[in-house]
């Protein structure tokens, strides 16, 4: 059995404006790098293999956290939002001819336009998270994330999620074979830092 750990990276300015991101390369914010300087990988992850996506939100955060560089890996490059990218959510759910929705309603076929959708996301990732041949800590993106833990949750876009991805904690799954399951304990926080 294989463990994998995701994290998610630290705010950006577009995090706090609400825009839309996905394959967009912001940096993180000031204010991330400060609060994420409090933290560091848990014992027992502080030595696994690191990667990250190669957008720099990820790859920064990464390097703060586990201080040392990640192997930037392509396959965890953040949901391709096509058209919507740098957009306000809010603005396109208030707008009924976006055709935007609510993650609950996606199902895996859901495509923003000139987008990917879940299913795509998903089909780029696999190779990568079955192949993993030792435990492993990725810095990646909200999207990424979701299609990796609802692959373990056995959640289908549809209806509530089952999980909610928080930043400053590891979320475990289990890779077994053709297999994933959600981790135990499935959700480890960062440790602070000692003064």
Known sequence: M????????????????????????????????ADLAAFQLPKGWNTADLVSSPLLRAVETARIVARRDPQQVAALTEM????????????????????????????????????????????????????????????CHIGIMRMILAQAHGWDFDGPAPFAVKRNRLFVVEIEGDSLRVGEPDIIRLEKVAP
Request: hydrophobic letters at 40%; proline letters at 5%.
């Open 2 to 33: 294989i463990r994998l750990a995701m994290l998610r990276h630290g705010h950006t300015d577009w995090n706090r404006a609400g825009r839309i991101q996905g394959r967009t390369d912001i940096a993180l914010d000031d204010q991330a790098r």
């Open 80 to 139: 391709d939002w096509g058209d919507w990218e740098g957009l306000h959510g809010v603005d396109l759910k208030a707008d009924p001819a976006s055709g935007f929705r609510d993650i609950e309603e996606w199902g895996w076929d859901y495509q923003p336009p000139h987008g990917e959708s879940p299913a795509a996301v998903w089909a780029r990732l696999k190779p990568w998270v079955l192949g993993l041949q030792s435990d492993c800590v990725a810095v």
